[in-house]
């Protein structure tokens, strides 16, 4: 199936056709296409990387599977998801890795690279089997205990050590969790009010900080997952000028949410790291315009409804994100004017995907490369609802608001995932 | 007034509307036949999920005086306990026609979320959620220091100008965060003394002055002292080295007792801790409302299930 | 349409010192009398009728108010009613002469609830009506012993009282 798409924008403003055969991007002059594409109005993305999903499978499928999670991101543009560790039994070992990889294969609608765990069932006490999970069918190459901090400060320094042996980074969820026993959303002025004990930014600022230096040390790499204070901010300004290599995500709602939303007691809200400050919120757009923070990465966290139905306190935290991270970048960054849709190609897209040594993301478009393609219409406004959401459950922070843009069409290499706004049925994306 | 969940939210209309009802209330506690039919045919419910047999009184009394019907549905041995949801529970209530849910909670926002998630339509009392709010102890306190101030001639009068100390863990304290709101709405003037680890960051905002030094605050002279029961197990989170250091620096003892003026009322939302955070001879002297409190209590909750429940907004 | 004057200050005076002697004469002096006006204009009528009971027989009369709204057949009809004093004379009701004093008597409603809440203080000897003005419509077997004047009025029709303690002029007027 040969499909040409014409007219489309390319993130440099240029107008161009595009066409896709035998699952890469040819030339599209003179091209006999099967199905043609009037992509005109639509801006042609590189498919999007998620560096930071949670599945869910095995072990929580009331949540998410993988199919329904890849589903989830194929509608929101992803071609690529990098699953994380926190799974049941722990992607811990080579078995459980490539065992979410080859779902991910199957389902066919996006591209799985299993995350690893730094620790054995992240404990946080012994490292796993981080070498056997690096030379699996998965080549995993990132590590990280996402829901857990590495907090021991020894053992984060010979998991730095020992994940750059394979090549690979350390994806640091940083919470020092002494500073936050039962922490339940930001410390300040709304849970001194709300008498919610507070997450204090200083519990991230300074394992971050410490992480850094370690780095710094070993010479190793590390990423930061879902930066969330001006403080942050800061810190790996300040790393990166002294050239130590570290990278930086942040979330979508970290761009546009702030804590004042935890007010109603609505725990759609609640997440970790928590919402923050305007101020904060302020810093990490102006972080990721200038490069301090490297990329977008979504955290993807679904919960059943009787996980958010209840007391804040007894709530589960996260949020999902799939579907709705590139309209929340177009509202936070793009409509603000701090980045062009090159830079969203790049913090979505090509960056994240270098991140995770994924290959096949380095040169938007260019001929023979795997057709990995999102078709994005900027001029759509849509009530972001329950319809938005195409994964297994629904809590989203979104849900009756007003939000830009609209996915239109996505090719995973070459095989179409969404065609005019619709989910391709499994049958027909299934590998 | 559909709930109430907070003293935050309420007017000085509305406060004062409720002190002024709880005093008529008050005087039917004193007559021969203790009852007024006013909420016959009604069913409130009192949905404990933290153990209170005080507090659960006070509103059981309260509903029963008004002619209500009671149910009590406390966590320990119900299905609460066997893992119920609260979502569960409130429509159980619901399907057995609720008027009132009387709620305590350990979890901050529980009510906010059972009054306003959409499962049930009774009208909505705090009990106590976490260390949140409590408004009907803030409602019975300020009717004390009233009626301790002005006595017959209480009804509407607010604070004006009235000097409150709060003394304690402010940071783990519903009871001081309803009082705040409450006495600040009333014009009373509050100050809060505490070691900076109990004192919540970000109160930069509230309508108090924040102090470490309750030699200090007991010799401006308050018209009201108010002592927070302080647990001695926060020691072992470092909130203070242990029970004598607190007592000795923060504790209402014989000697700041005998240095407060007469005047001064010393209140303590119970249960007390005698001789750590309040010596037992301030406990039991003229100067302390404590058992004023709790009879109080009483009126000020029926005057609170009248408000909510008898009108035709309920 | 204009409001027609039905009392005005002098009458309302009248009427009251009429009804005092009236209450004397039929109780046979004024001992173990008790007047509770319901609030809130009952309250100032019922002091006034006092004090004309006191210049006939100085130290015998007991006055106090009743409040009623608790005891009310209609409060889920209306939004949330303020309650107001009840001061019951030191002596009590037991065995005592009360007489109930408002300002208009109609559908009976307010003196039933009044006297189920009289039940809940004492048990008085016996209870009389007074009031300033009866439009009638009954809607209970509720009838006054002492009326200051009888109005025939149509139901839609609204009758105003108004006292100087509170108004800061005196009519009774119906419109």
Redesign the interface.
């Known amino acids: 199936m040969t499909t040409l798409i014409k007219g489309t924008t390319l993130p440099n403003g240029s107008r161009a056709d595009l066409a896709i055969e035998h699952g890469v991007f040819v030339d599209a002059a003179g091209v006999t296409a099967d199905r043609t594409i009037d992509a005109s109005g639509l801006i042609a993305l590189p498919g999007l990387v998620d560096l930071h999903t949670h599945l869910r499978e095995p072990g929580f499928e009331q949540s998410e599977t993988v199919l329904t999670g890849t589903r989830a991101a194929a509608a929101g543009g992803y071609t690529a998801v990098f699953a994380m560790a926190n799974t049941q039994p722990v992607q811990d070992t080579a078995g459980v890795v490539e065992q979410v990889q080859a779902l991910g294969e199957r389902a066919g609608y996006a591209t799985v690279r299993p995350i690893g765990a730094v620790t054995v069932g992240l404990k946080g006490e012994r490292l796993a089997e981080i070498g056997a999970m690096a030379a699996s069918r998965a080549q995993v190459r990132v590590f990280s205990d996402d829901g857990m901090c590495v907090h021991d400060p020894l053992l984060m320094r010979r998991a730095l050590e020992y994940v750059s042996t394979f090549g690979g980074v350390v994806a640091q969820h940083a919470q020092d969790p002494r500073l936050t026993e039962d922490a339940q959303m930001n410390e300040g002025v709304v849970s001194a009010r709300l008498g919610l004990a507070g997450w204090p930014a200083v519990a991230e600022e300074s394992i971050i900080a410490r992480d850094v230096l370690l780095a710094e040390h070993v010479g190793a790499r590390l990423h930061v997952c879902h930066v969330s204070t001006a403080g942050a901010v800061e810190v790996i300004r300040w790393a990166k000028a002294r050239g130590i290599r570290v990278t930086a995500e942040a979330t979508p709602h970290h761009l546009l949410l702030t804590e004042e939303l935890a007010e109603g007691y609505d725990a759609r809200f609640k997440v970790n790291p928590p919402l923050r400050t305007a101020e904060d919120v302020e810093a990490l757009r102006a972080g990721l315009a200038d490069g301090t923070i490297d990329i977008v990465a979504t955290d993807h966290a679904p919960h059943p409804a009787e996980a958010k139905e209840c007391a804040w306190g007894e709530a589960a935290n996260g949020m999902v994100g799939l579907e709705s991270a590139l309209s929340v970048v177009h509202a936070a960054m793009v409509d603000t004017g701090l980045l062009g849709w090159a830079d969203v190609a790049r913090v979505m897209s090509r960056t994240p995907a270098r991140i995770g040594g994924l290959r096949g993301y380095g040169d938007a478009f260019a001929l023979g490369t795997p057709a990995h393609l999102a078709l994005y219409d900027p001029a759509a406004h849509t009530t972001f609802s329950a319809d938005s959401l195409h994964g297994r459950s629904t809590n989203s922070p979104y849900l009756g608001r007003e939000l830009p843009g609209r996915v239109v069409h996505v090719f995973h290499g070459g095989v179409a995932t969404v065609l005019d706004g619709e989910l391709r049925p499994a049958e027909e994306v299934s590998r | 007034?559909r709930h109430l969940l907070s003293t935050?939210e309420l007017t000085r209309q509305q406060a004062l509307?409720i002190l002024?009802?709880a005093?008529?209330m008050a005087?039917?506690s004193g007559?021969?036949?203790k009852?007024?039919?006013?909420l016959r045919g009604r069913t409130i419910v009192n949905l404990f999920f933290e153990d209170s047999t005080r507090t659960r009184i006070s509103f059981e009394v309260a509903a029963k005086r008004?002619s209500a019907d009671v149910i009590n549905f406390s966590a320990k041995g119900s299905s609460v306990s066997k893992g119920e949801?609260?979502?569960d529970t409130a429509q159980t209530l619901q399907a057995m026609g609720a008027d009132g849910v009387v709620i305590r909670?350990?979890?901050?926002?529980?009510p906010?979320?059972l009054a306003?998630?959409g499962w049930i339509d009774a009208g909505v009392v705090n009990a106590g959620?976490?260390?949140?709010?409590h408004p009907t102890q803030a409602l019975l306190d300020a009717f004390t220091i009233r009626r301790r101030l002005h006595g017959a001639g209480s009804?509407g009068r607010d604070l004006d100008g009235v000097a409150v100390t709060i003394v304690g863990d402010i940071l783990h304290s519903?009871v001081a965060?309803s009082n705040i709101w409450l006495l600040a709405l009333l014009g009373a003037k509050v100050r809060l003394v505490a070691p900076a680890t109990l004192l919540?960051?970000?109160?930069?905002?509230?309508p108090v002055e924040a102090g470490f030094d309750l030699d200090a605050a007991v010799g401006e002279r308050p018209d009201v002292l108010m002592m927070l029961r302080v647990q001695g197990e926060r020691m072992h989170d470092a909130f203070f080295p242990g029970e004598r250091e607190y007592s000795r620096e923060w504790g209402l003892t014989d000697e700041r007792l005998a240095r407060l003026p007469a005047s001064t009322m010393v209140m303590h939302p119970g249960p007390m801790n005698r001789g750590l955070e309040i010596s037992a001879a301030a406990a039991d002297s003229p100067a302390s409302t404590v058992l004023d409190q709790v009879a109080n209590g009483v009126s000020v909750r029926m005057s609170v299930l009248?408000?909510l429940l008898?009108?035709?907004?309920? | 349409m204009a409001a027609r004057i039905l009392l005005q200050a002098t009458d309302i005076q009248r009427a009251l010192t009429r009804i005092a002697h009236e209450i004397v004469e039929s109780n046979h002096g004024s001992s173990g009398l008790v007047l509770l006006g319901i609030p809130t204009r009952g309250v100032f009528l019922a002091n006034r009728i006092g004090e004309v009971l006191e210049q006939i027989e100085p130290g015998s009369v007991a006055v106090g108010s009743l409040d009623v709204t608790m005891y009310r057949d209609d409060l889920t009809r209306h939004p949330t009613r303020l309650s107001n004093p009840t001061q019951i004379p030191p002596d009590g009701i037991d065995g005592k002469v009360v007489v109930l004093v408002d300002d208009v008597l109609m559908s009976g409603r307010t003196i039933r609830a009044a006297l189920d809440a009289l039940a809940a203080i004492g048990r008085p000897k016996a209870v009389r009506l007074a009031v300033l003005v009866d439009r009638g419509h009954r809607e209970l077997p509720i009838r006054p012993d002492y009326v200051g004047k009888n109005v025939p009025s149509a139901a839609t029709e609204r009758i105003s009282v108004r006292l100087q303690e509170i108004d800061a002029y005196e009519e009774v007027t119906i419109a």
Not at chain 2, 105 to 110: K, T, V
Not at chain 2, 200 to 206: A, E, K, N
């Open positions: 007034m935050a509307a002024d009802t005093e008529d005087d039917v007559r021969e036949i009852k007024l039919p006013t008004l949801s609260l979502k909670h350990p979890a901050s926002g529980a906010h979320t306003h998630a959620d976490g260390t949140h709010e009804r519903r965060r919540p960051v970000g109160i930069g905002d509230w009248y408000h008898a009108g035709e907004e309920s």
